[in-house]
């Protein structure tokens, strides 16, 4: 699919939208579409397939002309801001004169701001820029980045606006390295309801059993979860190739090897791709039998995750250790971890963004389904 996308300025240029437009080129450029981008200015740094630079002193004749040829054939036109807001009046009059020539195309202005109605723009709005700004185009469809903007919408220019909320880029934001964000979308890491890391080698008294049998009643009882060790392997000890083996059988006997993933089979894990197993995961697990420190509740602590262990020194007078009797049940033992997650608002928030508000989501849910849908217009 052919798509262009149209603001007044776009990255690298620093503000909200121009984010959100920089995050929609990368979405959709990897989704297989090609994606223009259309702004003032003579370059832009981002991810789209061409750039189309707009004249800021051109009027709206010239605009139109200019721009008619190069949307010409597009299959979708995203306005960004320009629908509703007073910064290129030429700009929004010669794209409402498209969308009237250019019906093959869908028009969908995305409304991230209003400017009618809005005491800070009525002063600095001519009698001709105000009646633009409040007048609906029946050739364009309307979507709006919030259920507030909607009824702003509603309210003020009588339009029922599809709501499309803005997302985040959870690669860019958390810092991750290319190969653990990689791997987070392949293997599925950010659809599981909680992410368990323990970040040990693969010796008997790390207790990784316990990890996995603590997963399978966790899977049994509907909570899916994910469960990332990172294994660094030692092929010159037979200690390591032996626990490695039981441990595989052990997976496969309780039938979780796909939520089951030994980091260290997939790329070598440094400090970047540990740190990124960390910034991902919503808990350390780490039920070793004994320990001489427990450095790995540290790093939890400086990433602010909670850790459970077992009460053991020195264990339990770390930073941020939970405990839970080393003898608990593992029935017991999944119902206490899921209440301890339950707890946790930070954690809770962060599900909610990742199922819902990181872009993948936002694409799966929200604008695929935008996309394919047939043309309609604003009635």
């Not at 009588?158 to 803005?166: D, F, K, S």
């Not at 985040?168 to 659809?191: K, S």
């Not at 490695?244 to 400090?271: C, K, N, Q, T």
Request: aromatic share 8%; proline share 6%; charged share 20%.
């Amino acid at each position: 699919m052919k798509i262009t996308l149209i603001h007044f300025t776009a990255p690298p240029a620093i503000g909200g939208v121009e984010r959100v437009i920089g995050e929609q080129i990368r979405l959709l450029c990897s989704r297989g579409h090609r994606v223009t981008l259309c702004a003032y200015g003579t370059s832009h740094s981002t991810e789209a397939d061409c750039f189309i630079p707009l004249d800021r002193d051109a009027n709206a004749d010239q605009t139109l002309a200019y721009l008619e040829g190069s949307l010409c054939g597009e299959d979708v036109v995203l306005m960004h801001n320009v629908g509703t807001m007073p910064f290129a009046p030429a700009l929004t009059a010669a794209l409402r004169i498209l969308a009237a020539r250019l019906t093959s195309a869908r028009w969908i202005c995305w409304v991230h701001d209003i400017a009618c109605g809005n005491p800070d723009y009525a002063s600095s709005m001519s009698t001709e820029v105000r009646v633009l700004m409040e007048t609906v185009c029946v050739h364009w469809e309307y979507v709006a980045i919030s259920e507030r903007r909607a009824l702003d919408l509603l309210e003020r220019l009588g339009i029922r606006a599809r709501v499309i909320p803005n997302g985040i880029d959870l690669g860019v934001t958390l810092g991750l390295c290319p190969q653990i964000e990689r791997l987070a979308g392949d293997l599925e890491w950010w659809d599981a309801d909680y992410v368990l890391l323990q970040p040990v080698r693969l010796i008997p008294r790390k207790g990784v059993e316990r990890g996995l049998d603590l997963h399978a009643a966790l899977w049994a009882i509907g909570c899916r979860v994910k469960y990332l060790i990172t294994g660094a392997p030692d092929p010159h000890s037979r200690l390591f190739v032996e626990y490695s083996r039981h441990l595989r059988h052990r997976i496969e006997d309780l039938g979780i090897a796909d939520h089951v993933h030994f980091v260290s089979d997939l790329l070598s894990v440094g400090p970047r791709q540990l740190g990124s197993l960390y910034a991902i995961s919503d808990a350390l697990f780490f039920p070793s039998k004994q320990e001489g420190f427990g450095l790995p509740l540290l790093e939890s602590a400086a990433f602010r995750l909670p850790a459970f262990c077992p009460d053991i020194e020195p264990l339990r007078s770390l930073p941020g250790a939970i405990c839970f009797p080393q003898e608990m049940p593992t029935d017991e033992l999944a119902q206490w971890v899921i209440r301890q997650l339950e707890a946790r608002d930070t954690i809770s928030a962060r599900n909610r963004l990742v199922k819902s508000f990181r872009w993948e989501s936002i694409y799966r849910n929200f604008l695929a389904p935008l996309l394919e849908q047939p043309q309609t217009a604003q009635s």
